[in-house]
């Protein structure tokens, strides 16, 4: 027996009414029901990160998120990084100058890792932003672009908050 839900989601600023089973997880619900795939899915085991989202501006498993739990709290994607008027977010654009990705499925959950970890003040040497990204998994390899992106994009960010 379902037990469906008119649940009324925040995300990227934007409100979204979907009719979900209860058991949906937030991240089923941005990638089935939102129209929002940028947010991946490598286990739903909470294994790998590619389906890191921000809920309350704090990184977050969306697999193991049921959709229920973020209910009028604001949830931030991929999607809703960059500027109301497309300019990437600073994360974004030191992935693409470093080349921090190659296939790219595990890229939107390093990125919004990777926002996250800076701002929690994590990635202050190259060390910490190893451990504080440890639970983002790349099978393509690029840790060590990722992580000179994440530094990057970390100094460029404190210069603006100058
Ligand atoms: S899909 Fe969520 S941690 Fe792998
Ligand atoms: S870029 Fe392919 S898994 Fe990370």
């Known amino acids: 027996m379902s037990a469906a839900r008119q649940l009324s ?10 009719q979900l089973d209860i058991r949906t997880t937030l991240l089923d619900a941005l990638r089935e029901h939102a129209d929002l795939p940028g947010t991946k899915k490598g286990c739903d085991h909470g294994q790998c990160g590619a389906c890191t ?13 049921l959709a229920a739990q973020v209910e009028g709290r604001p949830v931030t994607t991929i999607e809703g990084l960059q500027t ?16 921090a990705f190659q296939c790219g499925y595990c890229t939107p959950g390093q990125i919004m890792s990777a926002v996250a970890c800076i701002r929690e003040g994590h990635a202050t040497t190259d060390e910490d932003i190893r451990e504080y990204m440890s639970g983002n998994l790349c099978r393509c390899g690029a840790y060590p672009h990722i992580v000179a992106a994440v530094r990057d994009a970390a100094s460029r960010l404190k210069e603006a908050a100058l």
């Open 9 to 18: 989601l925040e995300v990227n600023g934007q409100r979204h009414d979907l």
């Open 53 to 65: 989202v921000h809920v309350d501006g704090e990184r977050v498993l969306s697999c193991l998120t």
């Open 84 to 99: 109301a008027d497309g300019v990437m977010h600073a994360v974004q654009t030191a992935f693409i100058e470093h080349d």
